[in-house]
């Protein structure tokens, strides 16, 4: 774990690092302009930046020129910071660190960062999120908070993407083609067919199919659920396009390169099957393969479709 704490201020520039945690913190000049409310807190500055580190609610905290006091401000309490030419005021953001070991080199970069939850009442995860970006025309800080989202129901997986959180479920429906299973997630939950971003998310979804239906049924039949994926136009028939990059897809949180597509073996193979589906295969190991996007039970005898992977960005509920 890396944390990292960046100060820009007019008399001085240091960058430390202490493998305590996953944050960068940036320090600036710099003075709340727009604001619900905030917490005062009798701390001198590296006392409120240690806390501020430690508190997974702080976004940023300010500091007036005092020694003995700072303002901390929670995700969504605040909304720019304008910046200052005056040492005297200081004031420092938390951002989700990128892998880096390195810190900023400077301090106008974008990013955000979040707080994952849980929902003991409705039995979900939630999400709390925040952007920051810096617009130079006028010397400002803008932080825009998504607010609280959850996804849809209990025992829905909540994953952390590259581009945002998104939430899966692995539903059970017999009988459907590819186009079907697009429709009813759309439907059903206002979503889409989903991807599979990486291997951990490629595991949820398996521990999701052995708590229903689909590990029993291979006792009968190879059992599969539809997933993001079509093959692209100019692929259809087309045997020199290979593997991902032969496949569009409507998931708009996958990444352009996503781990989580673990094929069986020499998949995928076909060149008139040409949508993506998550299989249990005969012993009863996973994998995706393709298949032919107008497949049902009664085409292909020896697999038993059971359902679909439907996805969505979490919302205020």
Same mark, same amino acid.
């Given at each position: 774990?890396?944390?990292?704490?960046?100060?820009?201020?007019?008399? *001085?520039?240091?960058?430390?690092?202490?493998?305590?945690?996953?944050?960068?913190?940036?320090?600036?000049?710099?003075?709340?302009?727009?604001?619900?409310?905030?917490?005062?807190?009798? *701390?001198?500055?590296?006392?409120?930046?240690?806390?501020?580190? =430690?508190?997974?609610?702080?976004?940023?905290? *300010?500091? =007036?020129?005092?020694? %003995?006091?700072?303002?901390?401000?929670?995700?969504?309490?605040?909304?720019?910071?304008?910046? !200052?030419?005056?040492?005297?005021?200081?004031?420092?953001?938390?951002?989700? !660190?990128?892998?880096?070991?390195?810190?900023?080199?400077?301090?106008?970069?974008?990013?955000?960062?979040?707080?994952?939850?849980?929902?003991? %009442?409705?039995?979900?995860?939630?999400?709390? &999120?925040?952007?920051?970006?810096?617009?130079?025309?006028?010397?400002?800080?803008? *932080?825009?908070?998504?607010?609280? %989202?959850?996804?849809?129901?209990?025992?829905?997986?909540?994953?952390?993407? /590259?581009? &945002? /959180?998104?939430?899966?479920?692995?539903? =059970?429906?017999?009988?459907? %083609?590819q186009e079907e299973a697009v429709s009813n997630c759309s439907a059903r939950w206002s979503g889409v067919l989903s991807g599979i971003e990486t291997p951990e998310e490629f595991q949820a979804v398996t521990e999701i199919a052995k708590n229903n239906v689909y590990e029993s049924l291979v006792k009968y039949y190879e059992s599969a659920a539809w997933i993001d994926g079509v093959r692209k136009p100019e692929c259809v028939g087309n045997p020199t396009c290979s593997g991902l990059s032969a496949f569009t897809f409507s998931d708009p949180t996958l990444s352009s390169e996503p781990t989580g597509f673990l094929w069986n073996s020499n998949q995928p193979d076909g060149t008139t099957k040409d949508c993506l589906m998550f299989k249990i295969n005969s012993d009863k190991s996973y994998g995706i393969d393709d298949e032919l996007c107008t497949m049902r039970n009664s085409t292909i005898s020896k697999i038993r479709l059971a359902g679909y992977l439907c996805g969505e960005v979490p919302k205020i509920r």
């Open positions: 774990m890396f944390s990292c704490i960046t100060s820009f201020i007019i008399v *001085f520039s240091i960058c430390l690092i202490d493998i305590t945690d996953s944050s960068t913190v940036i320090v600036t000049n710099g003075s709340p302009v727009s604001y619900s409310s905030y917490s005062s807190l009798t *701390f001198d500055w590296d006392a409120c930046l240690a806390y501020c580190v =430690n508190d997974e609610m702080c976004m940023v905290i *300010f500091n =007036n020129g005092s020694d %003995t006091t700072c303002q901390l401000f929670k995700i969504g309490d605040l909304q720019s910071v304008k910046r !200052r030419y005056s040492s005297e005021v200081k004031v420092a953001f938390k951002l989700n !660190r990128d892998n880096s070991s390195t810190c900023p080199a400077n301090d106008t970069l974008s990013g955000g960062g979040y707080v994952l939850g849980y929902n003991d %009442t409705l039995r979900r995860q939630s999400y709390h &999120g925040y952007s920051i970006s810096y617009d130079p025309d006028n010397l400002m800080w803008n *932080f825009n908070s998504t607010g609280v %989202t959850m996804c849809s129901s209990a025992g829905v997986k909540m994953s952390i993407r /590259p581009k &945002g /959180p998104w939430c899966f479920f692995l539903f =059970n429906a017999a009988l459907v %083609t």
